[in-house]
Each structure stands twice: as structure tokens, then as C-alpha cells.
């Protein structure tokens, strides 16, 4: 007898006796526990419930159904299996170059690290929930939108320059819509208003005296 062959072949019957790691598709999860619940479907229909997927701290991503995942039966026991890798090629970013990375959910919203240190925000909504929220951009920040809009004060520490106009309503219960301090400088155009007051002194109803008598006629 082969010695050889014969120790080979009891390796080999050894080896079958333990499941080697295989392929599995998701078919339900539940990710209420402390750690992931799945249940997928392997080789030729195997139903394979309860098996843990196991994911890196810090992260954390629900599969749809349909997933491919791989599955190592620690031990070599399927009922101790657990899902080390996910993928679902139907909703993954794709071309990405060397170096890029993505982060991403089946609605189509991602986040992806490009090249150039170029970071890329794709979503519908994009919601910020912080007690402080500070942005420092050393050359500009634009906002390409139709309105900005802010519930409270806005606060401009330089020049506030605009082109389309301004309008301004409310007295915020002080009883004064805008207050100023500080030279105001009129370049051209018209100011109109109802009434002016200055210092205590209504410009429209108020007459001088001149040489040739009252500058306008009274004016209630």
C-alpha cells in the first residue's frame, strides 16, 4: 500500500469534513441587535438563517436583499459561519479611479473621496444636526441656490455686497425695521420714502425761511 497516498487521502477526508469558506445570497437582515443578523441562501438553494455579519468599528451599512456575500464557517461549522464581505453590483459606484473611495446607499446618495482632495456630496437632502458649525474656507465659498434662508441673526464681520437689491421688513418687536451706525454714502439714484425724519425734523412738511419768503408752500 502507498503510504503516501493513503495519509493524502485521509488529509483530503479530514479536509471535507470541514467547510471551507463559500459564497451566499442575501435574502433578509436585522440590525436591531447588538451586532447584524442574516439570512442568506447558499450553495443550491441552502437556507442559512441566522448568521452573524460582522463589520468594521465605526461603520456600519444594512444590505438590500440580492447581496452577494462570502460567509467563513468559523470552525469549520456553518452554524458558526459569519459574513465577512458584501457586495451588490447593481448599486456600487463605479469607475473610480486608483486611490478614490465612496461611500454609498441604494437611493443613489454617496460621498466620495476624489482625487485632488476633492470631496463630492451627491443626495437630495443634506441635514446637519450640531450645536456649532464652523466651515474655513482660505479662498471663497459659493452657493449656487435660488434662496439662502436663516431663522435667526446673520451676522457679517466684512463688507456685504450685493447686485440684485435688498429688502428688508419687520421690526422684530423694536419698533425699528433697520438700524445703521456709522456715514451712510448715497452715490446716485433716488431715495424714496413717505416720511424722513432727521435729528427730530420731518423733511418732507418742514419750510425754511428764506430772503424770498417760506422755501414751499405749509404742508400738514
Known amino acids: 500500500m502507498d503510504m503516501i497516498a ?15 469558506p463559500f ?25 442559512l438563517p441566522g448568521i452573524e455579519v460582522l ?3 465605526g461603520l456600519t ?3 438590500p436583499a440580492g447581496t452577494m456575500a462570502v460567509v467563513v464557517p468559523v470552525g469549520g461549522r456553518t452554524s458558526h ?27 443613489g446618495a454617496s460621498i466620495t ?20 458649525y464652523r466651515v474655513t474656507a482660505s479662498e471663497s465659498a ?3 441656490t435660488p434662496e439662502v434662508t436663516t431663522t435667526k441673526k446673520l451676522t457679517s464681520q466684512g463688507l456685504l455686497t450685493g447686485s440684485g437689491g435688498m429688502t428688508i421688513s419687520g421690526d422684530n418687536g423694536s419698533g425699528v425695521t433697520a438700524t445703521l451706525s456709522g456715514d451712510i454714502t448715497h452715490r446716485n439714484g433716488t431715495v424714496t420714502s413717505v416720511a424722513v425724519t432727521i435729528n427730530g425734523v420731518k423733511i418732507g412738511p418742514h419750510i425754511h425761511d428764506t430772503p424770498h419768503g417760506p422755501s414751499g408752500p405749509a404742508r400738514n
Do not use: W
Request: net charge positive; hydrophobic share 35%; charged share 25%.
Open 113 to 132: 473621496l476624489k482625487k485632488g482632495q476633492i470631496v463630492d456630496v451627491q443626495c437630495i437632502e443634506y441635514n446637519v444636526n450640531c450645536k456649532k
Open 23 to 47: 459564497r451566499a445570497v442575501l435574502t433578509r437582515t436585522r440590525s436591531d441587535g447588538g451586532v447584524m443578523m442574516a439570512q442568506l441562501s447558499g450553495l443550491e438553494g441552502e437556507n
Open 6 to 20: 493513503l495519509i493524502n487521502r485521509r488529509i483530503a477526508a479530514a479536509l471535507n469534513s470541514i467547510r471551507r
Open 142 to 144: 459659493r452657493f449656487e
Open 61 to 63: 451599512s444594512v444590505p
Open 55 to 57: 463589520q468594521q468599528f
Open 81 to 107: 459561519g459569519v459574513v465577512i464581505a458584501t457586495e451588490h453590483g447593481q448599486y456600487r459606484i463605479r469607475s473610480l479611479k486608483p486611490g478614490e473611495v465612496s461611500l454609498y446607499n441604494e437611493d
